[in-house]
């Protein structure tokens, strides 16, 4: 207890009067470095792994519904060493690294963050610190992740890896079942930590060139803020074009994701299930699932709409965050279907609609009724989005367009004619009818 405490309170000090890891980077250095990202806007992200297999279901028990299916190792006490059998039976034929990839890009995402690891332990690629992985362990014996970097370079799309910290197959590391309890002596996890998660990422980042690492699984007691900033650093000399998320420290803030105090390790926030109420100072994404899922469910069908998933786009990029939206795929290597029809929609809301989400920052007034505003890349345009189409002449109180410009109503490419208000704000005749679909945009140049 002593020790810990001693330990805790130097990490404090040493925080407190080290320059903060941001200020050896300067500002211009990490705007280039967040660029693409920050521009990109909207990524899919991928949980796959053995979990696939029972899909929610373990020898004749389901998870509780809501229960996340990653989770079932955890959730329904599965030893070790029946779970790790399924390895076995990872077979996944259907799995086709070009068309996973197509799906994303033509749903207008930009970059893909799969599970290389996720806390079960089941590594996607070929590691040399273990067996444990889909080349070792499985009939499958095809390298996902180089299947998935050659598809997305060819593609122009960014790979990305989720990294569990958290470890229930490595004995060193943790057991699922006593993990918030459980202090291992130091040791055993000092060997996890150096022997095995270290080497992963080092092969991940020589190998894959993965533009994002994702940590998660950060909040057991034996990962330190001290180890965060470390791995941090280590992993940006390895590649300094790195971009890493803020659960690689102990500062997240719960499932709102925020940092509770400055000068943690990592470069954005991480919602989960959330959207903020706000724009932040700090970088952020919000990851979503579609369901209530992350890992594929045969039995969840607890679809949002795709009305829902385009609102929340837009809801994120007006607060000027990105949006992670979670696929689960199945065991054979296919999406299900209700993804890939959702994953069409917002492609095509995007086709038309994305000049008002990409590379556009949140302006002042980020929402007014059912209308989200972004600014454009030069401050020259407003995006106004509106999520429920008028029945009458529009007003908006927000924003005030330069004289006599003309506002463009993007799903028509046509002017919309409109005047100033004495009361201040414009009136716009809004084309009427609901053939343009949902959230139509109009543009509005300002001074
Ligand atoms: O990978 C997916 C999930 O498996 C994983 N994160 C997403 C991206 C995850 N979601 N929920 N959980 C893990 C459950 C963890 C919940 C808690 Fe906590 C961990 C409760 C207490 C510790 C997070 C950290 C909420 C409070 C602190």
């Known amino acids: 207890m002593k020790k810990q405490f001693y330990t805790g309170l130097l990490a404090c000090l040493c925080l407190l009067t080290s320059p903060a890891l941001s200020a050896q980077e300067s500002q211009a250095a990490k705007d280039a470095r967040m660029g693409w990202w920050r521009d990109a806007t909207f990524g899919m992200f991928i949980h ?76 996607l690629w070929d590691s040399q610190v273990s067996d444990y992985d889909v080349m070792d362990a499985s009939p499958f014996k095809r390298d996902i992740l180089m299947e998935l970097k050659l598809a997305c370079d060819a593609a122009g799309i960014k790979l990305c890896f989720y990294h569990s910290i958290m470890d229930w197959h490595q004995a060193d590391a943790e057991s699922p079942k ?3 309890h459980q202090h291992n002596p130091g040791a055993r996890w000092e060997r996890y930590r150096e022997a095995y998660l270290k080497p992963q990422l080092t092969e991940l980042v020589t190998k894959y060139h993965p533009a994002v690492l994702w940590f998660d699984g950060e909040w057991i007691p034996e990962w330190t803020e001290e180890q965060g900033q470390e791995l941090y650093r280590y992993l940006m000399q ?47 994404e919000s990851c979503m699932t579609m369901n209530d899922t992350w890992g594929y469910r045969s039995d969840d069908f607890n679809w949002k709409s795709s009305e829902t998933l385009i609102e929340n786009l837009i809801d994120v990029s007006a607060k000027g965050g990105n949006y992670l939206l979670n696929i689960g795929p199945m065991a054979s290597g296919k999406f299900p279907q209700a993804s890939i029809d959702r994953l069409y929609d917002l492609g095509a809301w995007l086709a038309v609609n994305g000049e008002a989400i ?33 029945t009458s002449p529009l007003t908006l109180s927000c924003v005030t367009p330069t004289e006599g410009g003309k506002i463009v109503h993007l799903a028509t490419g046509g002017g919309v004619s409109w005047k100033t208000l004495p009361e201040g704000g414009i009136r716009v005749d809004f084309p009427q009818g609901d053939a343009f679909g949902v959230a139509q945009t109009l543009k509005i140049p300002i001074d």
């Open 358 to 390: 990409y590379a556009t920052r949140s302006w002042t007034c980020f929402k007014e009724g059912s209308t989200y505003f972004t600014l454009d890349g030069s401050g020259k345009y407003v995006y106004a989005i509106l999520t429920e189409a008028p």
């Open 48 to 123: 796959w792994g053995l979990y696939a297999l029972p899909a929610g279901t373990w020898e004749g028990q389901t998870l509780d519904k809501g229960r996340i299916g990653e989770w079932i190792m955890h959730d329904l006490n599965i030893p070790v060493a029946d779970y790790e059998k399924l390895a076995g039976q990872f077979n996944p034929v259907y799995f086709d690294a070009a068309q996973w990839v197509s799906i994303a890009k033509n749903a207008g995402m930009k970059y893909i963050v799969i599970t290389s690891k996720h806390h079960d332990g089941f590594s």
């Open 178 to 180: 006593d993990y918030a």
């Open 238 to 284: 390895l590649d300094p074009s790195l971009i890493i998320n803020n659960r690689i420290s102990k500062a997240r803030q719960g499932m709102s994701g925020m940092n509770e105090y400055e000068n943690a390790a990592g470069d954005f926030g991480t919602p989960e299930q959330e959207i903020l109420e706000s724009t932040a100072t700090m970088d952020w």
